[in-house]
């Protein structure tokens, strides 16, 4: 089975910019999950998707959004970037998004400058 | 709210050492509770879990067992190698009331493990 993907894997952004990060989970799961990784802060849970509907969000400004497609493909946007959004974007992917085991996709490094 | 919290690192051993990263957690249910690995350049990868109080999970020689009354967590491996340097994180995933909880796991600082020949 195949895993967790994400594109793009690079990306280099200005400040002001936005930018979209892609996500394509393990077939057969329906909850996305994303998650920012900082040396500072860790990991941070974003948001969580799961058929279409945002069930979940951590606390990140109105900036950070995100959607998921019917094939539970999922995206997430960040608008008006900020030096500080610089992070490894990661997503992850469960059948039911509750109490199981999230699988993880390499990620995608964001460098705002 | 849930936290994790993890000894500080980093960790550094010679191989064949014995491995020991605390993990002790706070949370308002009944967590599932799981450890992580992450090599350079990569994303997170299971090591193990384990769902309720007493059980042990175990994959690679790592092992931890879900201690309720200690609310902990802790990884222990019985014989590095130099391949199993990593950051590793324990995370927790609650079952928290309103919606809290889904597709949330909360994770702790991570602990750099370098081992050396």
């Known amino acids: 089975k195949a895993g967790v993907t994400q594109t793009p894997r690079y990306l280099i952004k200005t400040r002001g910019q936005q930018v979209t990060l892609s996500c394509s989970p393990i077939?057969?799961?329906?909850?996305v999950s994303w998650y920012q990784q900082t040396p500072g802060q860790g990991l941070q849970f974003l948001f969580e998707?799961?058929?279409?509907?945002?069930?979940n969000k951590g606390n990140f400004p109105g900036r950070f959004s995100g959607r998921q497609f019917s094939n539970s493909r999922s995206e997430m946007n960040v608008s008006t970037l900020e030096l500080g959004d610089s992070a490894l974007y990661l997503c992850?992917?469960?059948?039911?998004?509750?109490?199981?085991?999230?699988?993880f996709g390499p990620g995608t490094r964001l460098l705002v400058l | 709210g849930n936290s994790v919290t993890q000894m500080e690192g980093p960790v550094t051993l010679s191989e064949e050492a014995f491995l020991t990263i605390n993990c002790t957690y706070t949370a308002t249910g009944y967590p599932s509770l799981f450890w992580y690995v992450q090599y350079p350049g990569e994303g997170l990868q299971l090591l193990l879990k384990a769902t309720k109080a007493d059980d042990k999970g175990s994959n690679k020689g790592f092992e931890a067992t879900y201690r309720k009354e200690t609310t902990s967590f802790h990884l222990e491996k019985g014989s590095v190698q130099v391949s199993d340097s990593a950051v590793y994180f324990c995370?927790?995933?609650?079952?928290?009331?309103?919606?809290?909880?889904?597709?949330?796991?909360?994770f702790g600082q991570g602990t750099i493990l370098t081992v050396h020949p």
């Open positions: 077939s057969g799961h329906r909850s």
């Open positions: 995370a927790l995933s609650d079952q928290g009331a309103g919606g809290t909880s889904y597709g949330k796991l909360t």
């Open positions: 992850a992917s469960s059948l039911q998004g509750f109490q199981e085991t999230q699988y």
């Open positions: 998707y799961f058929s279409e509907t945002q069930r």
